[in-house]
């Protein structure tokens, strides 16, 4: 098994670390929580991290002066960054974005989105997720039995889920009404026509992803 990424998350407001931590735990990463700059900084001059959650409005030192030293060091000049800050206004979020963060998320926040947005960035950086499924804007966790589109979550039923995902562990492979229904119902007895109405669904439910699901006429169904 492979060891567990570490995330750290600086962050002085504990109840939003702890919401954070709590839920990146839930997708089996490992988290290392701080509450100040410094306490971090001290923290990384021993241990390594795979990925760093940045506040960015911290006690003494501030999460750009974290970013700019952090990009100044060979060591640490390539470590996934996602910063998560009050600051809304485009000043901030384009000098984050210039420092050398990966991506930006204002508060309020979505802590699903967040661990999406984590494991997209990881993927970039060329650290997968086995569980995950990318193809074009489609994102399928299979673990947390979540779908994203453009990076927001689209909800399905349990039955949409298993369809969807079982046409994208397959992409390019066409598969018969028949053998979408073994598949997923686990049972040929059901009309076929019931494939159909849940294609249809789901193809609504996705918006543009939706176009990937091709019909083909005679033969069944594949995603591209």
């Not at 990146?24 to 410094?38: C, R, S, Y």
Request: net charge neutral; with cysteine.
């Amino acid at each position: 098994m492979a060891p567990r990424k570490t995330v750290a998350i600086v962050e002085d407001e504990r109840d939003i670390a702890d919401l954070v931590a709590l839920h990146l735990e839930w997708e089996g990463f490992h988290t290392v929580v701080f509450g100040d700059g410094e306490s971090f900084m001290a923290f990384m001059e021993r241990n390594p991290c795979d990925f760093l959650v940045l506040d960015l409005m911290l006690p003494s030192i501030n999460g750009l002066e974290i970013l700019k030293t952090l990009r100044a060091k060979e060591v640490t000049a390539s470590m996934p960054v996602l910063v998560l800050t009050a600051k809304s206004s485009e000043t901030d979020r384009v000098l984050g974005l210039e420092l050398g963060a990966d991506d930006y998320m204002v508060k309020p926040f979505s802590p699903r989105e967040l661990v999406a947005r984590v494991k997209a960035i990881l993927r970039r950086h060329g650290i997968r997720d086995s569980s995950i499924i990318q193809t074009g804007e489609l994102e399928i966790d299979r673990k947390s039995k979540t779908v994203w589109v453009k990076g927001k979550e689209v909800q399905l039923t349990q039955t949409e889920f298993r369809l969807l995902e079982t046409l994208a562990m397959a992409k390019g492979e066409v598969f018969s009404r028949r053998e979408l229904l073994k598949r997923v119902w686990g049972d040929d007895t059901v009309t076929e026509r019931t494939v159909d109405v849940h294609i249809k669904h789901l193809r609504e439910k996705l918006g543009e992803a939706g176009k990937m699901i091709k019909t083909l006429r005679g033969w069944g169904y594949k995603l591209i």
